[in-house]
């Protein structure tokens, strides 16, 4: 398996940018988790879907943050308008279950100019 | 409030000693403590997964320990290769609610040196 797949790997955009994340979940993992990572606020988990379906959002920041999953193999993070506040390191994660094991991607770097 | 402290922040070694790095929390009742490794660069990888009954666990070079009652952890390092330089991370599941009540420490930044 490819384990957790993210793309881009690094991403630069001036502030007011759209900026697209997307994530490839491992086959078979029915929980998939977007964290944002910071020096100052370390790992943070924004939102959470248990089989396509967004179970909590609570951590997203702001409205201009929003995260789908149309499918089980696919899912996306987006930010709109960008701000230079939103530069991090963005992972996506899966896991057979919300509270099992967690895989963790590359992450994605975002730096907002 | 659900924390988790790791010490110290930073570790400087020389390849082949041990280390030990420290993780307290307050979450009560917890599910399960887990020990992460983070690469440069990279996501973190699961070293350990201990339930509240189990009191050690190993893999290969790295032993973890769990005392419940002083809700203490530890992770143990022994003869430290340059690869083992990374950002150890301590997460704790609490035993109900969602995947939101994870709460990760901060890391402790582990750089061994030749």
């Known amino acids: 398996d490819a384990g957790v797949i993210q793309s881009p790997r690094h991403e630069v955009t001036e502030m007011g940018q759209e900026v697209t994340l997307r994530c490839k979940p491992i086959s078979g993992h029915n929980s998939l988790f977007w964290y944002r990572q910071t020096m100052m606020r370390g790992l943070e988990l924004l939102i959470y879907f248990n089989n396509n379906v967004p179970i909590d959002d609570s951590g997203m920041p702001e409205d201009r943050f929003s995260a789908k999953m149309p499918n089980a193999s696919f899912s996306t993070l987006k930010i709109q308008p960008s701000e230079p506040r939103d530069s991090a390191v963005y992972f996506c994660?899966?896991?057979?279950?919300?509270?099992?094991?967690?895989?963790f991607g590359p992450g994605t770097r975002l730096t907002v100019l | 409030k659900n924390q988790v402290e790791q010490s110290p922040q930073s570790l400087i070694i020389l390849e082949g000693k041990n280390c030990t790095l420290q993780c307290n929390y307050t979450v009560s009742p917890f599910s399960n403590l887990r020990w992460y490794k983070q690469d440069t660069g990279r996501g973190p990888v699961s070293l350990t997964i201990m339930t509240f009954s189990e009191n050690t666990k190993s893999n290969g070079r790295y032993t973890a320990t769990l005392d419940a009652d002083t809700k203490q952890s530890s992770l143990h390092i022994t003869a430290s290769q340059l690869s083992d330089s990374a950002s150890y991370i301590c997460?704790?599941?609490?035993?109900?609610?969602?995947?939101?009540?994870?709460?990760f420490g901060s890391g402790t930044q582990l750089t061994v040196l030749p």
């Open positions: 994660a899966s896991s057979p279950g919300s509270y099992n094991e967690q895989f």
């Open positions: 997460v704790v599941s609490p035993l109900s609610g969602s995947a939101r009540q994870l709460t």
